[in-house]
């Protein structure tokens, strides 16, 4: 873990994958935030959303619910999901994870995902995030979206290849085979893009890079 303190701040992102979390032990081995699986398309609720949710707000970790976008369902009825299932904001920004076409054409998918990050943004109060990985991103031939936080999946390189449309990253998962104290089994690891006083500062303001 980093002891620098302009180090990186370091996090994880879990789902019922990863089952039972020790939360307290990812905190005190230095894991500060975590992004948690809550729902996925119009109808499902990942089983171990709410024992997360509360478990990671115990341990001091901050944290983020994320949403699997499902390109076909309707963008309306994901984000009733998605708000009822979180109940409310966590630390940091809500998430939907783009990152399938599910059979439909790219220009549904954008079109379906501009309500459904509209339609959040109205019930939360606060701009979402997205995550995607690059060369997905890019296979949708759009550049509209880069006003919103990104969280960037890209592996075994030093630094992420940014999206089309983005200027800077948020947050970046760097490993999905990570293996750390309080889990069992692997895990993804991400890092933010800023030192831990500043993951802080951007909380207070709600304001990522």
Known sequence: ????????AQGIDVSHDQGTVD???VAQVG??????KATDGETYVDPDFAQNWTGAAAAGVLRGAYHFFRAEDPPQAQVDLFWKTV???GELPLVVDVEETMGVSAATLVSNLTQFLAELEQASGRMPMIYTGPNFWNSLGTTAFGGYPLWVAEYGVSQPTLPGGW???????HSESGSIPGIQGAVDLNVFNGSLAALQQAVLLQSFP
């Open 1 to 8: 873990m980093p002891e620098a303190a302009d180090a990186q």
């Open 23 to 25: 939360w307290a032990t």
């Open 31 to 36: 894991y500060v935030f975590a992004f948690i």
């Open 87 to 89: 109940g409310g904001n």
């Open 167 to 173: 200027a800077s990253w948020a947050f970046w998962q």
